[in-house]
């Protein structure tokens, strides 16, 4: 009868694994499937029952979990729109300096100011991003 108690358990935990996505109530529900087989198999009580549990529990918590999020978990997101543009080359189409200037980022015109406001880049300069200030490309020809 405990076998059959324990596989209902393992069946619910593993549905509700489904609700929240984390593996945790997965690894508790494949436990207590394992639980379930043994006391089916070797008729032991209660207690054994508990050891059996607690063992696989362990084993699948922290042997099996971190792998399976690790090979399963999602990936970092991708930066897109304006968070893509730092670090990308823009080419200077008006002279940029501290109040002037505009340069082609990915195929669109920017008004573009430079890094350092001491600094001015002529036309045809390749120079790149470093940040987004408002709808400005703030841009340093580098070293």
């Known amino acids: 009868m405990a076998a059959i108690a324990w596989l209902v358990a ?10 929240t996505g984390d593996l945790t109530l997965l690894m508790i529900g494949v436990a207590a499937l394992g639980t379930a087989g043994v006391s089916a198999v070797a008729d032991t009580t209660l207690v054994a029952d508990s050891v059996v549990f607690a063992v696989i529990t362990a084993v699948l918590l922290l042997g099996v ?20 543009l730092p670090g ?18 990915g195929g669109e015109v920017w008004t573009a100011r430079p890094m350092n406001p ?6 045809g300069v390749t120079v790149y991003v470093m940040k987004i200030d408002g709808a400005t490309a703030v841009v340093w020809k580098g070293p």
Do not use: Q, W
Request: hydrophobic share 45%; charged share 25%.
């Open 65 to 84: 979990r971190p792998v399976l999020r690790r090979r399963f978990g999602t990936p970092p997101p991708i930066p897109t729109n304006v968070d893509a």
């Open 88 to 105: 990308k080359s823009a080419l200077v189409l008006e002279e940029v300096a501290a109040h002037s200037g505009r340069v082609k980022l």
């Open 10 to 19: 393992g069946i619910l935990l593993a549905a509700a694994e489904m609700l």
């Open 118 to 123: 001491d600094e001015v880049y002529e036309p």
